[in-house]
């Protein structure tokens, strides 16, 4: 099962430890995103995989095989950076053939497969343009296609989509998710785009100061975070105080005028997490009062001042009415929405 | 001032009183010289009766058919296409190291090889001759009391001497112009052709070498006009015996006081050098136009 192999795998650059314990295995054919914000150690963790930086401690495999004593040209893998690094002086058929020719793939094979590659990756008669005098998504497009024309075992992409506008992103997100299905290349994407790695991934690896906060498939990070930063990260969560009140039974976990029977463990203050979208107006709950109303398209985003701090409510746009500016509301919550933990402990 | 338009004429005036100086400066001390001097070379020049301003082709007639001054050209183009393709040959790899080292060392070296600008040219051409003068010279007489050579090495008034310390007073010319090119290039290109298999060697050929190909180009543009142009280097090691366009514009002014023969080998100079100038740079705009523009 396991195709690409990390164990503790980490990088010094002096004394400072920039990657620390990274452990992960990755399947063939998956996509992988390591997310993160900007200086964890993502293009780090990248560089060694791809072999421009030798790991300080633990192993890297692929198939089984020690990765780390391969020269990175012999590797076989296909990078996408985030600056594309295109040859300029040569065009976009010349750079999508540069490794076949490396590789001395015969001359008429490598024109059908720059032709075809080409064509994937929607950039048909475009063959003779030089990368200056294409747009940026254009150009993305050919590193991409000058990365997957080799068949590279493993693709890695450094922030491949950071240079575009959000809608070509868009478009690039959902082609890039379709060539690697048809192409079933193992895939490893480096983002600090929380969209970007749900909408594309398998499997996301969430980052922080060089160590992996969580692993786990996009619904299971976001739903079900292993800490508070995975879920800080992660969308939007509000984190207000609360109390549980264990001087009655059964004991009663409050947070302002809204309380759920506690459940078990905790006592005393705490935190409560929980994502916007699972808060609802109702008769009953926190009491709040709505200091500005956004609309979004398809839904609302209303940021309230509640009795236990700023909060924020995102609902559908459905239709139904909804309340305005300087309206008092209710706030209210299914427990199993919420996780709990001590007051205190790190945000 | 106001912007009214009663003012306009006033304000061009303004404009043009207030350029005035700078202006007089250029025409007084660049345009009316040179004007002066291709005058000069249509002169007649004697002996004893000196220069007679009459406009005859006496000079150029003799710039173009004697033997001497042909060679003189060739020689001087020569020696400035040598000195040229040893800065390029030694110039660019220097960059490109340099480019490649890590910080403090980076600016170092960089220092190392920008500090001679700080010297005279007069300086650092007589430091080769104390070198290697004749029977004084430092190193002529190191290698003769170890042995190694029985008579002095051929340095000074030879054309190799004369191209070694040019090549070496031009090497900074050189060396700025690639690292400007190298400036421009991506940092991971090189780590993109290495992922997709190419070697050292390849990588060097077919990515680098491209890319900084217009830095050389218009670093060897400069230092082929400046070597051709050149007074005391060859004047210093060259002397009288080898003799090139400046050098031998100089004698013709000041020693044999031939000034309108002198003057025609300067503006055939300046108009040779100015061709294979603009020459060479419309070919490279050409060449590079459609990739780097
Ligand atoms: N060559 C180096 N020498 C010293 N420190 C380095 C070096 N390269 C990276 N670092 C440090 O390592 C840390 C991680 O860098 P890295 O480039 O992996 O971050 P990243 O997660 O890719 O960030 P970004 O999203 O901004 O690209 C940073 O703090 C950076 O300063
Ligand atoms: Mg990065």
Redesign the pocket.
């Known amino acids: 099962m396991s195709f690409l192999e990390l164990e503790r795998v980490a990088k010094q650059?002096?004394t400072?430890t920039?990657?620390d314990d990274f452990s992960l295995t990755v399947g063939k054919g998956e996509f992988v995103s390591?997310l993160?914000?900007?200086?964890?150690?993502?293009?780090?963790?990248?560089?060694m995989i791809a072999g421009f930086l030798d790991p300080s401690r633990g192993a890297i495999r692929l198939e089984g095989h020690d990765l780390t004593v391969v020269q990175p040209a012999k590797r076989g893998l296909g990078i996408v950076f985030?600056s594309y690094a295109l040859f300029p002086h040569m065009t976009a058929a010349e750079n999508v053939a540069f490794g076949l020719e490396m590789r001395r793939v015969p001359r008429s094979e490598c024109r059908e497969r720059v032709r075809a590659t080409l064509a994937m990756v929607g950039l048909a008669g475009y063959e003779e343009r030089y990368p200056r005098r294409m747009s940026g998504g254009q150009q993305q497009r050919v590193a991409l296609a000058r990365a997957l024309v080799i068949r590279p075992s493993v693709l890695l992409l450094?922030?491949p989509l950071s240079n575009l506008d959000a809608k070509l992103r868009e478009e690039m997100q959902i082609e890039l998710r379709q060539i690697q299905r048809n192409l079933g290349t193992t895939t490893i994407l480096?983002t600090?785009d929380q969209n970007e790695a749900m909408s594309l991934s398998d499997r996301i690896v969430v980052?922080s100061q060089?160590r992996i906060e969580q692993i786990g498939t996009p619904q299971e990070t976001y739903e079900r975070p292993a800490s508070a930063f995975v879920s800080q990260f992660l969308g939007k969560t509000n984190d207000f105080a609360a109390t549980i009140d264990r001087t009655a039974t059964p004991g009663r976990l409050i947070a302002g005028s809204w309380s759920a029977p506690a459940p078990a463990g905790l006592a005393g203050p705490v935190t409560i997490s929980i994502r916007p979208e699972r808060i609802g107006f109702c008769d009953a709950g926190l009491a709040a009062k709505i200091v500005t109303r956004i609309f979004q398209g398809n839904h609302w985003l209303f940021q309230c001042e509640s009795e236990c701090g700023a909060v924020i409510v995102i609902r559908q746009n459905d239709g139904q009415p909804q309340p305005a500016e300087g309206e008092a509301v209710r706030l209210a919550w299914r427990p199993e929405d919420m996780s709990l933990r001590r007051a205190g402990d790190a945000a | 001032m106001s912007a009214a338009p009663a003012t306009d004429g006033r304000d061009a005036r303004t404009a043009w009183l207030l350029t005035a100086p700078a202006l007089m400066l250029f025409v007084g001390v660049l345009v009316i010289p040179l004007a002066m001097t291709v005058m000069l070379s249509f002169h007649d020049w004697g002996q004893y009766k000196g220069i007679e301003p009459v406009f005859i082709l006496k000079n150029w007639h003799e710039v173009a058919t004697d033997p001497y001054f042909a060679e003189m050209f060739w020689r001087t183009f020569r020696i400035a296409l040598l000195t040229t393709l040893i800065t390029a040959v030694l110039g660019a790899p220097e960059a490109y190291i340099l480019n490649r080292m890590s910080g403090r060392w980076k600016s170092f070296f960089l220092l190392v090889i920008l500090g001679p600008l700080l010297i005279s040219v007069v300086a650092r051409t007589l430091g080769w001759a104390l070198l290697f003068g004749g029977n004084n010279g430092l190193v002529n007489k190191l290698l003769m009391s170890l042995g190694l050579i029985g008579s002095p090495l051929p340095f000074m008034f030879t054309e190799t001497g004369v191209v070694i310390a040019l090549a070496h007073v031009m090497m900074p010319f050189m060396v700025l112009s690639v690292w400007a090119a190298l400036q421009r290039v991506d940092p991971q290109i090189e780590n993109a052709a290495l992922s997709l298999g190419a070697g050292p060697f390849t990588i060097i050929r077919r990515i680098v070498l491209p890319q900084i190909m217009p830095g050389v180009l218009s670093g060897a543009i400069i230092v082929f006009s400046l070597s051709a142009s050149a007074f005391a280097t060859p004047a210093i090691i060259g002397g009288r015996r080898l003799k090139v366009a400046a050098t031998l514009a100089y004698d013709e002014f000041l020693n044999t006081l031939n000034w309108p023969l002198g003057a025609a080998v300067a503006v055939l100079l300046l108009v040779a050098l100015v061709l294979i100038v603009v020459g060479s740079n419309a070919l490279i705009e050409r060449r590079y136009a459609e990739v780097f523009r």
């Open positions: 650059f002096g400072q920039v990657v390591f993160g914000p900007s200086g964890c150690g993502k293009t780090t963790t990248l560089q985030q450094d922030e480096v600090h980052m060089g």
